[in-house]
Each structure stands twice: as C-alpha cells, then as structure tokens.
C-alpha cells in the first residue's frame, strides 16, 4: 500500500470550534497547526511580518485563520473558515465559525457536518451566555462528542481551583441538554501552548492528556447510523450504448445502514420490492456500501425508479408523511418566517413545496425557555414549526440520522437559503 492510499483510508474527523469573541478560537487552531508542524515556513513568516506590523508581543497565530480582511483588522471571525490538517494518526476538518450572536447561523452551518464541538471558555470570564448558545447549537445539531477546552489558563495562574469552578458551572447546563453524551474537560492557554499539542508543564494536577492526542483517538465510529438502510436516488444511470445497452442503475449516497449485493429492498414511494443485482463504486464491482459511500445500484427486475425515489430495507421503513414536525434555525435577515409563508423543501435528493401551517414556539438559547406566541422568525432565531410538504417525505428523526432527518428552505423568488431544518 503506498502513503497515498493509507492517507486516503485514515480516519477523518470533522470538528467545529465555538466560543465567545475573544476566547481565542483562531489562536488554538494556529498553536495546533503551528505545534503538529502542520503549517509551512513561508506561511509563519508572513505571520510573524503581520504580527509585528500590528504591534503584537507574541505571534499572532489566529492570523493564520481569519482569512476574511475585515476579520484580520477587527480581530474577529465573522465566516465559518475549514482548515484541512492530518497527524500519523488521523485527518481533520475543522469548521472554525464565528463566537458573534449575529453570525448564529455561520454557526450553524459549521457545526452541521461536525462529529465533535470544541468549546473554547475564557478561564477568567467561566461559563457565559455564548458558551451556552454554543452548547445548545451543538446539542440541536446532533454533535454527541463535546470538548471544553477552558483556555488562557496562564491569566488565572494555572489554578486548579478555577478551572473545577467551570467544570462544575458546564455540567450544570448540559444536563439539561439530550444529545452531548460524551464530555471530556482541558485546561489550556492557546497563547503558550499548555495542553495543545505537548503536555503541561505548569499544570501538574492535571492528568489528562493534551488535546490533539484527544482530537486522535476520540471514537467517532459509532455515531453514523448503521442500522436504518437509506438509498436516496440522485441520479438513474442510462448510458444508450452499444457495450452498456442494458445497463440502468441508481447513482446516490448511502444515508444510512448497509446495503448488500442479493438484499432485498423496497423502492419508495411506489413500494414495489427487488432485489440488488450489483452494487458499483466507479466501475469497481463491490459485496456491500455502507455510509458514506458514494455507489450505483443495479436491481434485478425493471422498476420505475427517479430521482428524488429511496431504496430502502421492506423491514425498516423510514416515516412516511406530509405534515412535519420540525425545529429551524432562521437564516434570512431580508424575510421573516411568518405562518402561511411558502418555500422549496430541499431534503436528501427530494425537492417539494412547503408552506409553514403552523410556528408552535421559538427558544431562548441562552435560559432554554420556550417563547411561545409569536409571529414569526426574525434573523438566527431558532424554534419549532410545523410544515406542510406538496409530497410525501421519506424521513427519519434528526436524532437517529442526521442525512435523513435534515433539510433547507429555499425563497422560491430570490433562491436564497433561508432556513435550515431537523425533523423531529
């Protein structure tokens, strides 16, 4: 196996990084490049130039980050920006979104994708309403996998006694939430290096390991959904040559489960049952797919499938309806969501009408109290609605498949996004 095909079979990590302005987010992610050896020379020292232009006693690693021009002359990050590094042992993708209430939904978009949320809190300020905005996002968001990394430990003089006082205060708030269910504490300084990539020298009480060895080794494997078999069709595969004249398969990506060369299987939303012929990745024959393999199925018997269609297990159907029960996160600042409102319903390779029939309450994310009587969304905004589908949806809960429970509103007349989705 040569080193090209063991980088493409190592283990990904998606992660997002979340916390307050100031927390020092794009520091962390520049010490964990800078340490790991995983930024180049010329980029260091256009770093260190930068530095010095701005008056800076240290490296301004977050420079390294913050791409956006307006987010170097402010010292905020304003888009979400994805870095791309890999250690022996691992490749990630870290999703670095903004710590400003008014870019929640950057946040939101970072964090979908996300199996881990690292949540930076100032070791002086404790556990402040971003950090629970944060959390909450992440909970919402299905993320099950939760670091708290509480930083500038060398401002509170690497104190065990404050950082216990966080600890306690975090675990107060999240056992309120349902998703976080692995919660794994750090003390570090970004700024130094404490706790990064090398352990501590300053923090003896503490024996856990650093973070990128944690970053390593957390076990994301069993966060996919490999029980719910899901085939949504994006495409039917007709090549009208000579070689290929009988060819017809189904090109799409697993959502869910495994499916197997001789399975059979039900083609929603007509119901008819086959079975699997052959299953191809490329023109690669292969015994099984599984998420979140992109394959054609080839089906034993000729049945009308389309896009949009899914092919799923006759014993494990996914629900079935036009009425759904959703929470949003409100992504428009130009249109408010107001009941009657209609949209396009974007939800695997499905696109439908919807109309909202009903806004039950929207969150407070900060206290978690529902705000119930209200008329409509305004900008990141987040709450529960009912919507009605011209078609029948073929989902799952968000909770146990974040492929098939998720979908975005579009404005039929400006084709903006304005709106993302979970079913519940």
């Not at 529902?370 to 968000?398: C, T, W």
């Amino acid at each position: 196996m040569g080193e090209a095909d063991a980088y493409l079979d190592m283990d990904l990590l998606r992660f997002t990084t979340a916390g307050s302005v100031d927390d020092g987010k794009s520091t962390l992610i520049g010490r964990l490049f800078h340490d790991s050896k995983a930024i180049f020379e010329d980029q260091l020292e256009a770093i260190e130039r930068s530095s010095r232009k701005r008056g800076d006693d240290n490296v301004n690693l977050a420079l390294l980050t913050d791409g956006l021009r307006a987010e170097r002359e402010q010292g905020i990050t304003i888009d979400v920006a994805y870095r791309y590094f890999a250690t022996p042992r691992r490749k990630f993708i870290i999703a670095d979104t903004p710590g400003h209430v008014q870019y929640t939904r950057n946040m939101v978009t970072g964090a979908s994708t996300a199996n881990l949320a690292l949540i930076l809190v100032d070791a002086r300020n404790g556990v402040v309403e971003q950090t629970r905005r944060h959390t909450f996002i992440a909970d919402l968001l299905g993320i099950k996998h939760v670091a708290v990394c509480i930083n500038k430990m060398d401002l509170v003089g690497y104190k065990e006694e404050a950082y216990h006082q966080i600890v306690a205060e975090y675990r107060d708030f999240v056992s309120r939430l349902e998703n976080v269910t692995e919660l794994t504490f750090l003390p570090i300084s970004a700024l130094k290096g404490d706790n990064v990539v090398e352990r501590s020298e300053n923090m003896p009480w503490y024996e856990g390991p650093p973070l990128l060895y944690h970053l390593e080794n957390v076990y994301v494997g069993s966060d996919a959904n490999h029980v719910d078999a899901r085939f949504p069709v994006q495409w039917v595969i007709r090549p009208h040559s000579d070689e290929h004249h009988d060819f017809r398969g189904f090109a799409g990506r697993v959502a869910g489960g495994v499916f197997k060369k001789g399975d059979e299987v039900t083609i929603l939303p007509s119901g008819f049952s086959t079975r699997i012929s052959r299953i191809l990745s490329g023109s690669e024959e292969r015994e099984n797919a599984f998420f979140p393999q992109s394959v054609t199925i080839l089906l034993k018997d000729e049945i009308d499938v389309s896009r949009g269609d899914m092919i799923v297990k006759p014993n494990n159907q996914p629900k079935i309806s036009q009425d759904l029960d959703s929470r949003i996160c409100w992504f428009s600042a130009s249109r408010k969501l107001s009941r009657g409102g209609k949209f396009i319903f974007r939800h695997t390779t499905k696109e439908a009408q919807a109309i909202v029939s009903e806004i039950n309450y929207k969150v407070d994310v900060n206290t978690l109290r529902k705000v119930e009587e209200i008329d409509g969304f305004e900008m990141n905004d987040i709450g529960r609605v009912m919507l009605r589908v011209s078609q029948p949806v073929f989902h799952d809960a968000y909770r146990s498949n974040r492929n098939t429970g998720s979908f975005i509103l579009v404005d039929p007349f400006t084709n903006e996004t304005v709106a993302a989705g979970m079913l519940r």
